[in-house]
């Protein structure tokens, strides 16, 4: 034994060894660890490298490195064997608590009420709770490994990768996301939070999602009792103001259409506002149909409309959505009798609702709705806001 070897099991330098046995220092688990592994494994391989326990001086358990040889004389029989240890208390103390963590929180991640998940930088899964799974359909060996765009495949990857890409460069980012065509989870409350090593460097990202469909229908169920305009049934401008400020509270992109209709005023002077009002509950009525049931239709007042295209990733989107628009307004109308013919001019706003609450946005889109004015009307302008 060297010196330290001695020290730490109370001998003195000098005192003999002879009838002492290794086993009388070790605790009962290494002493079955090195009849059933360690002596096997020393005697096959010449060397076993693994980690032990004994008992030092004062009674206290020692956990160290263990690395055990075997010498052998010339003809190939082991003489002896010996070990160098090192003790790594601390750091195996420090292991099982870090062990710890990481076993309540995959606990308190099990159990709660709540979709989460663990990406990593290289947008691959490290770890879904059970919800996560519930959520996705599949087991977690189905998931964890594998890369975003495969497990969610290419259209809700496109939806979420803006996101993925705001957390990826350090942005804790919180948004919501309708699933019109699920059953169950119809709409989900959001948040990416970037993970950090200790020097700043961003690691991957979790995904905490929840689910808030009944209070999104509570919501829009008050939304219309307020919010709706009763002559078209579509929201009036104090619900249009209410569908922006939400989303201008999540940050996210949307598209802001602005239209008037065109030659509606003659409609009304010509055969009276019965007919006119009508008219109106129509073009709400086909402007509706149109859009996608997360979008927002409104009448600002008169024969003023807007839309709100939450999520639209390029301006293109919503001039596309604008085509339609024109062309539903130019199709003929039948009120009774009647066979009415009208038209529309739309502006068109894209960017992000910000801190202004989205009156940049408005703002633009009723600048492009007086540009396609002057430009002649039964026509669209379109500008895209700053990022």
Do not use: C
Not at 186 to 208: A, C, E, N, Y
Not at 311 to 324: N, P
């Amino acid at each position: 034994m060297n010196p330290a070897a001695r020290r730490k099991l109370g001998l003195r330098l000098d005192q003999p060894l002879d009838g002492l046995h290794y086993a009388q220092f070790n605790t009962p688990q290494t002493n079955e660890l090195i009849a059933r592994e360690v002596l096997p494994a020393v005697r096959r391989d010449g060397l076993w490298l693994g980690e032990t326990s004994f008992y030092d001086a004062a009674g206290a358990e020692v956990r160290v490195s263990h690395m055990v040889l075997a010498h052998r004389d010339p003809q190939g029989r082991i003489t002896h064997f010996s070990g160098v240890l090192r003790d790594i208390t601390v750091e195996a103390a420090a292991r099982q608590e870090v062990q710890r963590q990481a076993a309540t929180l995959r606990s308190v991640a099990e159990h709660l009420p709540v979709i989460v998940g663990v990406v990593g930088r290289d947008r691959r899964y490290r770890y879904v709770n059970r919800a996560y799974e519930r959520w996705l359909g599949r087991p977690a060996e189905q998931i964890v490994g594998r890369p975003l765009d495969e497990v969610l495949g290419p259209q809700e990857y496109a939806r979420s990768q803006p996101w993925v890409d705001r957390v990826l460069a350090g942005e804790t980012v919180s948004f919501e996301k309708d699933f019109p065509e699920r059953r169950t989870h119809r709409h989900l409350s959001i948040h990416f939070i970037p993970l950090r090593l200790d020097d700043g460097t961003i690691d991957g990202f979790v995904d905490m999602a929840q689910d808030i469909s009944e209070q999104r229908q509570e919501t829009l169920r008050l939304l219309n009792l307020a919010h709706t305009d009763p002559l078209t049934g579509v929201l009036n401008r104090a619900g249009f103001e209410a569908a922006l400020a939400h989303h201008a509270a999540q940050g996210t992109r949307l598209a802001v259409l602005y239209l008037d209709l065109d030659h509606f005023k003659p409609v009304n002077d010509t055969h009276g506002h019965p007919v006119g009002d009508e008219l109106l509950r129509l073009f709400a009525a086909r402007l509706a149909r149109l859009v996608r049931p997360s979008d927002t239709v409104a009448r600002l007042g008169g024969d003023e409309f807007a839309v709100l295209l939450p999520g639209i990733d390029r301006i293109e989107q919503a001039q596309a959505v604008a085509d339609k628009v024109l062309e539903a307004a130019h199709q003929p109308f039948t009120v009774g009798q009647l066979r009415l013919h009208i038209g529309a001019s739309v502006g068109i706003a894209w960017g992000r609702a910000g801190a202004d609450g989205g009156r940049a946005l408005v703002a633009q889109a009723d600048a492009q709705l007086y540009r396609a004015k002057q430009e002649g009307r039964g026509r669209y302008a379109a500008a895209a806001a700053a990022a």
